[in-house]
């Protein structure tokens, strides 16, 4: 029996070396194949921040197919399983199509998109796996390896012929202990882009490095599934996918082995929802990093997880990066649009928290804070952008600000209100041929013709870009916004955002200990050498 593993647009997929590990551990034979890689371009950002890195994805080529056929075929698979989110929809039927025509092994689609879109995901698929994959991938693998029928597997449905076979969902994994870390080696990997095998330039996520040990620079794991969240615009506030997590010393055993198999490993990306859920586990697990890795670390934050011991403990341990979604300053916007309990408060006692970190100066001496704001909401009126503006001029200053597009994705809880009140189509929709896929960082056009509810929104977010930086006066901001002053003139409220963002730059001492810390990690030898030094067209 063997597998073949194809990740879509991301090289790096760590749900997909995941089940890659699993099922080699219990005997299968298994193959990776990184389908095209994201590319990023630079997008005029305000951020406060050395540029802004907008991702995208390039058409899939016939030779790009053409390649990915003849791998096919070499490897000569039983089962050919396809990971994708919501932007990989239509590529995703693409290339199923296409494989169908020359290879005979049956596809199975798994990921987010199937677990959100089921329905019309089983339409082009022979299998679609839903919700986690690890368990009911296996059983499927053992039971075509042992050729016996596989029709009833739970979190599997199947497409015989456009008859529809819905099986019931299996209880979530509770011991995430019995799968072995995500393989990040070069065995059985192949990586295809620019209509050909890249075998020297499978760069990661970030651009920094490479993928495969021993070249890496940057880790990405998790150390937990699920979330305690049930934010109406995330996938978890569709299923049942409740916070779980792996033991201290079992993440320490992953960490110390992917230290000492890349030893230029300088830093390690958590990907959880949220890191500081649990005290208990926290505090040990700062205990055991600091004392067995010590190096850098990133993760996100939420104002419900905000306990300051947890966060002295993680900040010694070596955290140094984090970030906090706030996604709108009015509270009543909030819990009504967003289902986001946390007050404005909550929000300023964990921002100060945060910022009480940066006077922690070993192991690092630069702490990094970003706060995520979603843009572009039409529900969003005047006051609750005048709320927001207020929150965000009470947050400690130098933090960074990120306004992300409002995305909608298939039956999320936000989708759905939007598409009841018809401020929204079916074609606008992740995943649909004519969606806004991956167009979720944008900033002021001076070419664009503003409607005033558009004025009204990028106006306060050009306010809100001023309020993150040290050598601009809260008050001024507050009189600018009291007297409207440049609201018919917007291109001019921009160029004074991007004059102070050059100037705060220039004078902030932490931006130069940043800049010297990620020329480490960005490794330019090593980027020339294996000619990853632009990771965008």
């Known amino acids: 029996m063997k597998i073949t593993l194809i990740s879509l647009f991301h090289y790096d997929n760590f749900a997909m070396r995941l089940l890659f590990s699993h099922l080699k551990a219990n005997g299968i034979s298994v193959s990776f194949i990184g389908f095209k890689r994201m590319r990023h371009k630079v ?159 499978n760069i990661d996520y970030f651009g920094y490095s490479l993928t ?152 690092w001496p630069v702490f990094r804070i970003y706060y995520d704001y979603v843009k572009n909401n039409p529900l969003e009126n005047k006051e609750d952008l005048k709320e927001s503006l207020d929150l965000i001029l009470k947050l400690p200053k130098d933090f960074i600000f990120q306004a992300f597009n409002l995305s909608f994705f298939p039956n999320y809880v936000l989708t759905k209100v939007f598409l009841e009140k018809g401020l929204i189509a079916e074609a606008d929709i992740e995943g649909n041929a004519t969606g806004s896929s991956n167009n979720w960082i944008s900033t002021f056009d001076k070419t664009k013709k503003y409607d005033e509810e558009a004025r009204m929104h990028e106006y306060y977010y050009l306010l809100f870009s001023l309020a993150q930086f040290r050598f601009f006066p809260n008050f001024l901001i507050r009189k600018i916004e009291k007297k409207k002053m440049f609201y018919r003139h917007l291109h001019v409220l921009y160029w004074i955002c991007k004059i102070v963002r050059t100037v705060d730059l220039a004078l902030n001492p932490s931006i130069y200990l940043w800049l010297y810390g990620m020329a480490r990690v960005v490794s330019i030898r090593s980027k020339i050498k294996h000619w990853t030094l632009f990771r965008y067209k």
Not at 95 to 121: L, S
Not at 325 to 350: D, M, P, W
């Open 212 to 363: 495969d040990e021993p070249l890496k620079t940057i880790h990405q794991t998790m150390t937990a599934f699920g979330c305690p969240m049930h934010c109406s615009f995330c996938m978890n506030a569709l299923t049942d996918n409740h916070h779980r997590r792996r033991s201290v010393s079992h993440v320490m055993k992953e960490l110390i082995e992917a230290k000492r198999k890349n030893p230029r490993l300088l830093m390690v990306f958590f990907w959880d929802n949220i890191f500081q859920v649990n005290k208990k586990w926290c505090l040990e697990f700062a205990k055991e990093y600091g004392e067995k890795i010590g190096l850098p670390f990133f993760t996100y934050t939420h104002p419900s997880f905000d306990d300051e011991e947890v966060f002295v403990a993680l900040r010694k341990a070596g955290w140094v990066v984090t970030n906090m979604g706030i996604q709108s300053g009015s509270r009543r916007f909030r819990r009504e649009v967003y289902a986001r309990s946390e007050t404005n408060g909550k929000i300023l006692e964990t921002a100060r928290r945060l910022d009480k970190l940066r006077k922690i100066k070993k192991p």
């Open 43 to 201: 997008t005029k950002t305000l951020k406060n921040d050395f540029m802004e890195m907008n991702d995208y994805h390039t058409p899939a080529s016939r030779e790009d197919i053409n390649v990915l056929l003849k791998e096919l075929e070499r490897e000569a698979p039983d089962l050919v399983g396809i990971g994708l989110q919501s932007g990989h929809f239509p590529v995703a039927k693409e290339i199923t199509e296409a494989i169908r025509k020359r290879i005979k092994a049956p596809i199975i689609w798994g990921g987010a998109h199937p677990t959100i879109d089921p329905e019309n995901c089983i339409k082009h698929a022979d299998m679609i796996c839903v919700n986690e994959g690890a368990e009911a991938l296996l059983e499927l693998c053992q039971r075509m390896e042992q050729r016996k029928p596989y029709d009833d597997i739970r979190n599997i449905w199947i497409n015989r012929a456009g008859r529809i076979t819905r099986n019931p969902t299996r209880p979530l994994l509770t011991n995430l202990d019995i799968l072995p870390p995500a393989s990040f080696d070069g065995e059985n990997k192949v990586y295809i882009d620019e209509g050909r095998l890249q075998p020297d330039r």
